[in-house]
Every structure is written in structure tokens, then in C-alpha cells.
């Protein structure tokens, strides 16, 4: 009988530091449509957190987002063959050195992207791509982004700019304010009540009582896309609101098939063109404080964890 290969891992455990504990796991077994990847670096997400090791089972591998090198190539004989350098998205497994991805949810990078950069963008780049797109961003339209010194905000910021919006970005201090301009945005605020005109379009990852505040600064026929809501508080949401303004709110899904956006993802990475927003960038043993301080708010961007001895 062969015997399994086992590879390291950061497994849920909440009795550790961090509930994440470096172990040794069975390599995983890749499905028809699906490639084996060597992980050189994965990054953390504000909304895996929470989600994974709290309610994910003791021993599970967390992590969506990771990048590296295509060590098997699908059974299918579809997507990149082995050697290939690429940046993959999936809903558990990226916190390994051994990682399978489906063909259809992974990119080959560029050269001149490095794999901590493009550990940075696959869930944070792909919401803000999509939820741009969901709410049908126009030129000139105003559009504001709650939470812009997030991972998602980061990307929203630099995506809005880039379809001719003008951009307000909303902060919860003005020190998370810093370098947002240089991204693209045209006014920096920490509070609705700072804004100078209607909006015409809203990406919300705070929710609230700032989801229910901005609505009554949205412009006629408005609309707001619900991606998250790390305030961790009920929105006290005025239904008339809503219907007084014509608006549209959204609750915002990722949909599936992430092949090609995350390709011209990394090629306006490549090209200089958006900057992904690694805040830090640490070996993976220290997973516990670098989510201590994403869920603190002591980083701008993402927090990156690159894998090694």
C-alpha cells in the first residue's frame, strides 16, 4: 500500500495562538479540473478570519487566496503545465505548501510580479473588479468606498479612478487616510456628513450606522453594493429611504469562473497600472500576529504570508 506524502500546514486550532497551528497534513489530492501548486506565499482576508477559524473544523486548512508554482498538471490535461508560475483563488487550502486549484479559478502570472504580490490580490482584487462592474460604474459618476484602507477598498480606489469615476474614499481615521490620494482617489472623508455632493454610486465593506448615514447622501437612482461589514454592527436601515431615492441596494456575490479577471489583474500589476497592496508581508509562522494586526486595523492593504523553513 503507497503511503501518503504529508506536507506542512497551518490548521485551525483554537487552543493555539492565533487558532492557527503550523502541523504536518496529507498532501491534497487535485480533482479532474484541477492543478497541484507549490504555495510561496498566501495572504490573509479581513473576512476569512472570522468565518474560518471560528466555525471551520479543528484540523481544516483555511486560506483563499495563495500563489506559486504549478507543481501537477490537471488530470484533464487543461490549464498550465507544471512549472508554471501562477496565482490561484479557492475557498480553503491556501494556507499550505501544497495547494489544488481549479483551472478555471487561477491565472499564470507575468514576469516581473512577484508571488507576494500576487498572493495580495485574488479575493480583495476580484471583489472590488466585480463589484465595480455589478453597480455599472460610468465615467464621471461619483463613487464612494467605506473601509478604503482595506484590501478591497485598496482595489476599489485604484479600479474606480481607472473607469473615470470621481472618488471618495471613507476612512475610520485620517492616518488610514495616507496614500489613498496617490491611488487614485479624489477626496479622502471620515464621515458621510463630510461629503460635498450626491453620490451616484456606493461599495460598502463597513456597514452599520455609516451604510444607513450614506444613504441619505446618495444622489436619485443611486446605488449601493453591500460587500462586507467589519463594523460588526446592525445597520438601523429607514426603508423609505430606499424607495424615496429610487436606489438599488445590492448584496454583493462573487460569483465563480475567475480565470480572466484575475489574469488582467496581475497584468495591470505587471504593467505598473494598480498597486496590490501588500501592507505587510511575513513568514507564515507568524501567522497570529499578522492577524492580530489586520483585525486591530494596524495594517493598510493586505497582510501577506510567504512560506519557508
Do not use: C
Not at 487552543?15 to 497551528?21: D, F, H, K, N
Not at 492543478?35 to 479581513?46: E, F, G, K, Q
Not at 510580479?113 to 455589478?134: E, K, N, Y
Amino acid at each position: 500500500m503507497r503511503r501518503l506524502s504529508s506536507m506542512r500546514a497551518l490548521v485551525v486550532d483554537r487552543e493555539a495562538p492565533g487558532r492557527l497551528r503550523l502541523t504536518t497534513v496529507p498532501d491534497p489530492v487535485p480533482g479532474p479540473g484541477e492543478v497541484l501548486v507549490r504555495v510561496h506565499a498566501t495572504s490573509l482576508n479581513y473576512g476569512e478570519i472570522p468565518t474560518d477559524l471560528n466555525t471551520a473544523p479543528e484540523g481544516a486548512v483555511p486560506g483563499w487566496d495563495a500563489a506559486g508554482v504549478v507543481e501537477r498538471a490537471a488530470p484533464s490535461g487543461g490549464g498550465p503545465a507544471p512549472g508554471a508560475r501562477v496565482v490561484t483563488w479557492g475557498r480553503s487550502g491556501g494556507w499550505a505548501e501544497l495547494r489544488t486549484a481549479r483551472v478555471d479559478d487561477l491565472a499564470v502570472l507575468p514576469s516581473g510580479v512577484s508571488f507576494a504580490q500576487a498572493a495580495a490580490v485574488p479575493v480583495a482584487g476580484l471583489t472590488a473588479l466585480r463589484s465595480l462592474r455589478q453597480a455599472g460604474v460610468m465615467p464621471g459618476q461619483r463613487v464612494a468606498i467605506t473601509g478604503a484602507s482595506g484590501g478591497v477598498g485598496h482595489f476599489a480606489v485604484q479600479l474606480a479612478r481607472r473607469l473615470g469615476a470621481e472618488v471618495y474614499a471613507l476612512v475610520g481615521n485620517p492616518a488610514r487616510g495616507a496614500g489613498l490620494v496617490e491611488l487614485g482617489a479624489h477626496h479622502v472623508l471620515v464621515a458621510p456628513r463630510e461629503l460635498d455632493a450626491p453620490l451616484d454610486v456606493v461599495l460598502d465593506n463597513v456597514g452599520g450606522p455609516q451604510l444607513a448615514e450614506i444613504l441619505g447622501h446618495m444622489a436619485q437612482g443611486g446605488t449601493v453594493v453591500s460587500i462586507g461589514a467589519t463594523s460588526w454592527q446592525d445597520t438601523p436601515l429607514a426603508p423609505y429611504q430606499l424607495v424615496k431615492g429610487e436606489l438599488r441596494l445590492i448584496g454583493f456575490q462573487p460569483g465563480d469562473g475567475f480565470a480572466a479577471d484575475l489574469s488582467h489583474l496581475v497584468g495591470l500589476v505587471a504593467a505598473g497600472q494598480l498597486d496590490p497592496g501588500a501592507g505587510s508581508v511575513t513568514p507564515w509562522h507568524e501567522a497570529g500576529s499578522a492577524i492580530d494586526d489586520l483585525l486591530a486595523r494596524r495594517l493598510r492593504g493586505k497582510a501577506v504570508l510567504t512560506l519557508g523553513p
